[in-house]
């Protein structure tokens, strides 16, 4: 199947997995996923300009799923493989995948205005 996938198909699946990075990485309504593996602090420098310090919780699992959260390019690589993995495997969950394209979409829109 991934062998045969059309180039529509690819971009839906590239701005969807954008979307899922970003959508766990960085937006509020993800922390309580994030909660348990970092903890994050935020703090002025002399410039005013805010500073974000984020740190592991945890050892072992714990800890490199912390990693992964504090990691975008790391963090885009498992997203991605749940991205294509749900494609592959559950070829019902495709409509899920147009929303989160269509969601980044937006956001690169968003982005460059």
Known sequence: MLFEISWLHFAILALASFRLTHLLMYDHIASFIRAPFLSVTFKEDEEGKTIQNIKIKGTGLRYWIGTLFSCHW????????????????????????????????????????
Do not use: K, Q
Request: glycine fraction near 8%; hydrophobic fraction near 70%.
């Open 74 to 113: 790391c963090l885009g690589v498992w997203s991605s493989l749940a991205v294509v993995a749900l494609y592959s495997l559950l070829p019902g969950s495709f409509p899920l995948l147009v929303i989160l394209a269509v969601a980044g979409a937006a956001a690169i829109i968003r982005t460059l205005l």
